[in-house]
């Protein structure tokens, strides 16, 4: 298959292995920002390639496992109203909230819907005039696009029985979070490729010269992982703090601006909770006043987003890459992808979900 096969050859990703190898003369440690990028190094064994002085930590760019609980609580709530078809992603359905998740509320009676895209919430509610339709938004710069064409089409189409419960978050802001914590270890990124391929990587050439790190635009193949790795080693190695796009079959400097323009008209930036990692300035998408109409919040004014409150999971400090999955005392027993407790477990992108799915089968944990 072109552009997937000639990246996952093992010929390919020994010889890069190499390089880096030839290359690294001290420690290094480098996150990766997605859950998609985490779940291919930890499948294909990745990080056991690299020689030890390499220490790859994971990072918060899973949607599902940074949207907050009390989001969910709002959601629930919404959901539990006898107008209301409450809609979102298959994976969001089973992330707990504070007191129960979405699938929860399902069995207790509420019409909870799983769909692929947030235009088919916008059918649903073409197809049920009397009913409210609600879309629990979540996810980065890749799903805001599809979600501010939903409220584009509900508008164009007079559609007044349609509202996002909006949860979208910003990559650039989380990084520049992560770099000022005093416990911070990161010295290298390597950056979504998806989430570049729609903002484009303009913004990132303030981190590196801010905080003095680089940056790698990566994809999430084998070979694609370990290029973003072995061109941030050089650079490290070099002293350089600069972005490079390895993604370049996917990635351009500017990005989709038809993408851009779609979330920059129904949009605006505000600071936003993290599940795990707290409030970020500017880390988060409302919908401006002209959408008010769509802005489930503002149409259901009894229903609010709770505060964060502490659990025993240790999902913020995964996310924070201040320790890994089986750091977790509760990991592969009381914690399972049966029965997870916390949403980096309970995501398909989550680096909990990752270790117990391929570390457990392999055996390498």
């Known amino acids: 298959m072109r552009f997937v096969d000639e990246f996952r050859d093992p010929d390919g990703a020994r010889s890069v292995a190499e390089a880096i190898a030839a290359t690294v003369t001290r420690p290094w440690t480098i996150m990766?920002?997605?859950?998609?990028?985490?779940?291919?190094?930890?499948?294909?064994?990745?990080?056991?390639?690299?020689?030890?002085?390499?220490?790859?930590?994971?990072?918060?760019?899973?949607?599902?496992?940074?949207?907050?609980?009390?989001i969910i609580d709002a959601a629930c709530t919404l959901a539990s109203q006898p107008e209301v078809i409450?809609?979102?992603?298959?994976?969001?359905?089973?992330?707990?909230?504070h007191e129960q998740s979405l699938l929860t509320a399902r069995t207790g009676g509420a019409d909870v819907r799983m769909v692929y895209s947030p235009l088919d919430a916008v059918t649903l509610a073409r197809e049920n005039p009397t009913r409210e339709i609600v879309f629990l938004a979540i996810g980065f710069e890749t799903t805001a696009p599809t979600s501010a064409m939903a409220v584009l089409h509900a508008e164009r189409d007079g559609l007044t029985n349609f509202s996002l419960l909006s949860s979208h978050v910003l990559v650039p802001p989380a990084m520049r979070q992560l770099l000022a914590d005093p416990t911070n270890k990161v010295q290298g990124f390597l950056a979504a490729g998806h989430v570049c391929a729609v903002s484009g990587y303009r913004d990132y050439h303030a981190i590196p010269q801010r905080f003095g790190?680089?940056?790698?635009?990566?994809?999430?193949?084998?070979?694609?992982?370990?290029?973003?790795?072995?061109?941030?080693?050089?650079?490290?190695?070099?002293?350089?703090?600069?972005?490079?796009?390895?993604?370049?079959?996917?990635?351009?400097?500017?990005?989709?601006?038809?993408?851009?323009?779609?979330?920059?008209?129904?949009?605006k930036v505000q600071g936003q909770a993290w599940r795990g990692i707290g409030w970020i300035e500017?880390?988060?998408?409302?919908?401006?006043?002209?959408?008010?109409?769509?802005?489930a919040l503002n149409r259901f004014t009894e229903v609010h987003v709770s505060p964060e409150r502490e659990t025993a999971c240790i999902s913020g400090e995964v996310l924070r890459g201040v320790c890994k999955p089986d750091d977790c005392?509760?990991?592969?027993?009381?914690?399972?992808?049966?029965?997870?407790?916390?949403?980096?477990?309970?995501?398909?992108?989550?680096?909990?979900?990752?270790?117990?799915?391929y570390r457990r089968v392999s055996g390498a944990a």
Do not use: K, W
């Open 213 to 267: 790190i680089p940056i790698v635009v990566t994809g999430f193949e084998p070979l694609d992982i370990l290029q973003g790795i072995l061109l941030c080693v050089r650079q490290l190695e070099e002293n350089r703090a600069d972005v490079e796009n390895q993604y370049r079959r996917a990635v351009r400097h500017t990005g989709n601006r038809y993408a851009q323009a779609a979330v920059e008209q129904v949009f």
């Open 86 to 97: 409450l809609c979102s992603f298959g994976d969001m359905l089973r992330v707990p909230g």
């Open 282 to 295: 500017d880390s988060g998408l409302a919908l401006r006043s002209r959408f008010a109409l769509f802005d």
């Open 329 to 357: 005392p509760m990991f592969g027993n009381l914690c399972t992808l049966e029965h997870p407790l916390g949403a980096t477990m309970v995501s398909s992108e989550g680096a909990c979900a990752a270790y117990y799915r």
């Open 32 to 70: 990766e920002i997605c859950g998609g990028q985490t779940h291919a190094i930890v499948r294909y064994g990745i990080d056991h390639m690299l020689p030890d002085t390499i220490s790859l930590l994971h990072g918060p760019g899973c949607p599902v496992c940074v949207t907050p609980a009390g």
